[in-house]
């Protein structure tokens, strides 16, 4: 399910009027309220920094499924539609202020989307992120359930499902080293 929005005309207000909201915002506690809210806050901040994206045309959902990161953005170059997925469970977590971030930082992608038909985390996404007061990566707000580890490096992956990896690390290498990798499962 996805609900799009309008950005009103004189919409202009400052990330510093958005933060002033946030304590009414930390009392969602359905869906369709965080979902009203990321909105309104997206459309804030597009106006302000990102006029040109037509914020309106950017659909907009809530899982309850995502595990790994508390957004993402997608892009269908088929016919240019951008769709920001948002975790309620990150929201839970983590409360409106913070989770606020997450909105701008899927803001950006989705800006990159429509200036350049693709989305990463480099230099273009970079020189954003002190403007909007967010990061380059979110953090985990859920325990993996294993830890690929390199036995050389000592780097570590999360692993939420039961992967090749996970099943068997004796097929597999480190990207960064080539190193040796072994599982632990996560005992909470």
């Known amino acids: 399910m996805s609900r799009q929005t309008t950005l009103s005309d004189g919409a202009q207000r400052t990330l510093t009027e958005c933060a002033n909201a946030a304590e009414r915002a930390d009392t969602l506690t359905t869906e369709r309220g965080l979902l009203d809210r990321a ?30 990161s508390a957004g993402a953005t997608k892009y269908d170059p088929a016919n240019g539609e951008i769709t920001i997925t948002l975790s309620w469970d990150a ?21 990159q989307y429509h ?25 985990r707000f859920t325990s993996p359930n294993w830890w690929v580890i390199c036995e050389k490096c ?3 992956i999360a692993r939420y499902r039961r992967s090749k990896a996970v099943k068997q690390p004796e097929d597999y290498s480190c990207g960064d080293c080539g190193g040796s990798l072994r599982v632990e499962e996560v005992t909470e």
């Open 154 to 156: 000592s780097g570590k």
């Open 39 to 68: 909105q309104q806050h997206a459309a804030d901040v597009a106006a302000a920094h990102f006029p040109n994206l037509p914020i309106e045309a950017v659909a907009w959902e809530i899982s309850t499924q995502r595990q790994r």
């Open 115 to 139: 200036e350049f038909g693709k989305a990463d985390h480099g230099r273009t996404f970079a020189r954003w992120t002190d403007a909007l007061d967010t990061s380059q990566y979110c953090e």
């Open 91 to 111: 929201f839970e977590q983590h409360g409106w202020e913070q989770f606020s971030s997450t909105v701008r930082h899927e803001l950006i992608h989705a800006w």
